[in-house]
């Protein structure tokens, strides 16, 4: 049963080690609740051990708990199959790995991919390792910082080998309409479909059988839980298909010297020890969000996000980049003629951490023709207090400089 929570703050010990911190940086990566914590250190105190290949009990537990997390993992996202399930680094190693194993495999020189204008260099730079610069069709984005629909439409004449999307803007916060444009591409073209929704898993449900994607990756760091670990989900068939870029133990059939033969998907991805103790801290955040549940994270997130929103009305010179209707509470801005690392450090010196910089979305930032934002990101735990001290320090920036 899902219950309400209302000391969520509580949950984290950092908050109790630094009372006076504001951390409005969860878009960059997300506090750690004690209830991972304890799981991941209880875990290597009672139960450590590799997965996989041991016959002694211990490592046959070890195994039992990791098969446990693929499987909570499937549910979490609605997976076909916890086989659909690939324990990887996080976002990034997902990404590469389908750039790799999937997209090196089937695309000609005839053959173009569609991103879009708002993504995260860890959906731009892996395929650029595989396909030509002309290759590679970005989609536009609006004023306001929505995907532009039209664009997309256009973009879609073209039958791209491959289309991938994030879910949600680690800039703008723009929520993207993924299940439509997955649609719309399903009936255009015969474009593979690839989410990235390192910013979304956090937020919001995801159910990628009603979305119908092909892939879909994470991170467990911007889901309160460890870094190192993280999902590529993918439908089976595709996988299945696909030829691993790391090869090496734990997911091969046979090994000679003359050759190899490979292991099904999920193993056939996951070459070499996994990062077991991450994987028990990412199901432990998983059991962790689903107690609080998703439409209490969002009355949280949503209501400190319209605070802040209205308290910054009153900065001079205040611009919000990124302002379409269905956002993440997410808010990048510039201050006119003050340079976000300026607003940075003024505000680490008030003790509230926010980004500043490119946000790696170098070409977002062309776009928005700036060289740098600042961005204040909003997570379960954040307080009115954190949002309005912050607006304070915001204003101490502005007194400062003007
Ligand atoms: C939208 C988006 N995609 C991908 C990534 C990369 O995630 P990771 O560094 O965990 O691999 C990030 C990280 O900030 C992100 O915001």
């Known amino acids: 049963m899902i219950q309400k929570k209302n000391n969520i703050r509580d949950d984290f010990p950092i908050f109790k080690n630094h009372p ?3 951390y409005l940086d969860s878009t960059a990566t997300t506090q750690k609740p004690k209830a991972v914590i304890n799981a991941m250190t209880a875990f290597v105190s009672d139960d450590y051990a ?11 537990h070890a195994t039992q708990k990791c098969l446990a997390a693929r499987k909570a993992v499937q549910n979490f996202i609605n997976a076909k199959s916890e086989k659909e399930v690939v324990f990887v680094k996080g976002t990034t190693e997902a990404i590469n790995i389908i750039a790799n194993s999937y997209l090196n495999h089937v695309i000609t020189d005839s053959d173009s991919i569609l991103l879009s204008d708002m993504e995260h260099h860890a959906n731009i730079v892996p ?16 004023n306001s910082g929505e995907l532009d629909w039209d664009d997309f439409k256009k973009k879609c004449q ?3 080998k491959l289309i991938s999307l994030t879910h949600v803007s680690n ?8 299940k439509e444009l997955i649609a719309y591409a399903r009936e255009h073209t015969d474009a593979i479909i690839v989410i990235d929704g390192a ?3 956090g937020h919001m449900a995801v159910d990628v059988q009603d979305l119908d994607c092909d892939f879909y990756c994470f991170s467990a760091h911007k889901l309160y839980g460890p870094t190192g670990i993280g999902v590529l989900y993918g439908k089976y068939e595709l996988l299945d298909e696909m030829t691993p870029y790391q090869t090496g133990g734990d997911m091969i059939e046979l090994v000679s010297f003359e050759q190899s033969t490979f292991t099904k998907p999920p193993a056939k991805f996951e070459a070499g020890t996994p990062a077991i103790m991450e994987i028990m801290g990412l199901h432990a955040c998983i059991n962790y969000i689903s107690t609080i549940g998703f439409k209490h994270i969002q009355e949280i997130e949503y209501s400190l996000y319209e605070q802040l929103i209205n308290e910054v009305q009153s900065l001079k010179d205040f611009t919000i980049h990124g302002e379409s209707n269905h956002k993440a509470a997410i808010l990048s801005f510039s201050i006119k003629d003050i340079h ?7 505000m680490d010196q008030e003790h509230i951490a926010i980004r500043v910089g490119h946000h790696c979305a170098q070409p977002l930032m062309k776009r928005l023709a700036v060289p740098a934002t600042a961005r204040i990101s909003i997570g379960c735990y954040n307080t009115s207090e954190d949002i309005s001290k912050c ?3 915001l204003k101490k920036v502005v007194d400062f400089f003007k």
């Open 20 to 22: 006076e911190l504001v």
């Open 50 to 60: 590799t997965i996989n290949r041991g016959i002694y009990s211990l490592s046959y």
């Open 127 to 142: 395929w650029q390792q595989i396909v030509s610069p002309n290759q590679i069709k970005v989609c536009n984005i609006t």
């Open 158 to 160: 073209n039958n791209p």
């Open 171 to 178: 800039v703008l916060g723009t929520i993207n309409p993924i």
């Open 199 to 201: 910013q979304a898993v």
């Open 340 to 346: 976000p690392h300026d607003i940075g450090t003024i």
């Open 391 to 393: 607006v304070t320090a």
